[in-house]
């Protein structure tokens, strides 16, 4: 495994994009400071400033294993309450991969692939997490709920550590996931899942539909139950 820290960086997943031909299998880049980070479906991630976590995993799995790879997000999304687990947290995923603590999101992860013409080159996993941030700051960034690790412990969080745990689990079981793709992670991923069961509004290509929240598919995929028919997501944004 390659590490790179950077100082300062637009965003960890462009860097390790620009860079793909270049860098190894699984090399994670770690930046101090992101100045432009991104989020899902075109949004910005909000930079907390040092002491957060901003990284990126690049990875070069195989292309034997593609149908695993959208659901490496959700992967990251266990292993992340896993570690969150050892900070005495008990955290939930909110579909398909916010991390969430009380209804708060602290963690978000945005995964881009990279082609050379039809060649598939790599993946980026690239996630944030607000490890360090005081509530005041939270409230000036966004009006969505967010929360960051050490309002939720009360001690303040060395990021070299949490980001030493959360690589060194990633890793643990990288290739048990590749493998086995969702089935290795269903039961754990569905046990800290947040709304299921419930009613829900989902926003799905700029269209809001209601239903209930029923379970999810051996893809990992959403199962929507309204007007009496299932829908199956595989993308959309929980409102
Ligand atoms: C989301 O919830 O919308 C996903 C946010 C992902 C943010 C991380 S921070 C490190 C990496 N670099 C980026 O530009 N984005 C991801």
């Known amino acids: 495994m390659d590490k790179i820290l950077l100082r300062e960086i637009d965003s960890t997943n462009s860097y390790a994009k620009k860079n793909m031909e270049i860098l190894h299998d699984r090399t994670v880049i770690l930046a101090e400071v992101q100045t432009a980070g991104r989020g899902r479906l075109n949004r910005v991630w909000v930079n907390l400033g040092k002491g957060n976590l901003f990284l990126s995993f690049l990875l070069k799995p195989p292309v034997a294993v593609r149908e695993h790879y959208t659901n490496l997000t959700q992967y990251l999304s266990v292993v992340l309450t896993d570690v969150l687990a050892d900070y005495g947290i ?22 881009e692939s990279v082609f050379k013409g ?75 899942l947040s709304n299921l069961g419930c009613e829900i509004e989902i926003n799905v290509n700029g269209q809001n539909m209601k239903g209930i929240f029923k379970s999810v598919t051996d893809k990992g995929e959403l199962e929507l139950l309204h007007d009496g028919q299932i829908s199956i997501l595989r993308i959309g944004d929980i409102l």
């Not at 008990?90 to 995964?111: H, M, Q, R």
């Open 90 to 111: 008990e955290a939930k995923i909110k579909w398909p991969n916010d991390v969430l603590i009380k209804d708060g999101k602290i963690a978000g992860i945005l995964s």
């Open 118 to 192: 039809t060649k598939f080159k790599g993946l980026v996993l690239g996630v944030g997490v607000n490890l360090n941030a005081s509530k005041n700051m939270l409230s000036l960034v966004t009006d969505k709920k967010i929360t960051s690790l050490n309002l939720e412990t009360g001690n303040k969080i060395d990021c070299n550590h949490f980001a030493d745990k959360l690589v060194e689990r990633f890793f643990r079981t990288y290739d048990n996931f590749l493998n086995s793709g969702f089935s290795f992670i269903k039961s754990a991923y569905c046990s800290r």
